[in-house]
């Protein structure tokens, strides 16, 4: 499905701006563009956002602002639909999503839905010099083992990367960007799951926040390694 070289991730949102994942995902992302002589895109979604320019400012060459009132509140249905409908206008060569608990969700419906090979978890990714596939590592066995995977069955790949696993990049106020909104209407009918109420889990930050830490960890003490 890939039309071109991009390299598109998708930015949560937290308090009005972008998700320290997201800035992640644009550190990484900057370097896989670079990698395939590419351009970094980075597509937010919700109701009245005004993220744009930071994500410039953390590495977007593009960004793509999906405002519509329905994406107001996360649901499986209309984040599906709204991912998956700019992968398919845009043909990315490479889509990146947080491994959280929204990208976990939403993740294998969008690979699904545009035949995007995927893989999930990702503590570290890089292009193969010679044939210029993704190739993808992941803890495995508790994290006692790495898993180093490549696809070659689809040059669209759809990845999951661990939150704290990359580095962001410092952000630069003078870097300029283009900034386009996609209209989109969605179909209030197709949207079964909705969200009802959101509870927040201090046990489940706390968990979260060491799960970043160990794997900031891993990955520094293992810079340069084979």
């Known amino acids: 499905m890939a039309k071109n070289k991009e390299v598109l ?4 949102q937290e308090d009005g ?11 990484v992302g900057r ?6 002589d590419g351009e970094l895109s980075a597509l937010i979604i919700g109701a009245g956002i005004d993220s744009g320019e930071e994500a410039v400012m953390y590495g977007a060459d593009k960004v793509y602002l ?8 996360y649901s499986p249905d209309s984040y599906t639909e709204a991912i998956s409908r700019v992968c398919q206008l845009v043909g990315p ?9 929204i990208g ?6 969008v690979a699904f839905r545009t035949g995007f090979s995927l893989c999930t978890d990702c503590i570290k990714l890089e292009i193969d010099a010679d044939n ?5 590592t992941r803890l495995v066995y508790g994290g006692k083992a790495k898993a180093v995977t490549a696809s070659k069955l689809s040059r669209s790949q759809l990845v999951t990367v661990r939150p704290g696993a990359m580095v962001a990049l410092s952000p630069d106020g003078s870097r300029k960007g283009q900034i386009e909104n996609i209209k989109v209407s969605m179909d209030s009918s197709a949207i079964r799951a909705k ?4 509870v927040r889990d201090e046990m489940e930050e706390g968990r979260r926040e060491l799960l970043e830490r160990y794997a900031s960890r891993y990955t520094e003490e293992n810079k340069g390694r084979a």
């Open 9 to 12: 991730i998708y930015g949560e």
């Open 17 to 27: 701006g972008i998700t320290t994942v997201a800035k992640e995902l644009l550190g």
């Open 31 to 36: 370097g896989l563009a670079k990698e395939i």
């Open 66 to 73: 999906m405002d519509n009132p329905s994406l107001v509140e």
């Open 93 to 101: 060569a490479i889509l990146l999503i947080g491994h959280t608990t």
């Open 104 to 109: 976990r969700d939403v993740a294998g419906r």
């Open 132 to 136: 210029k596939f993704l190739v993808h």
């Open 195 to 198: 969200l009802v109420s959101t």
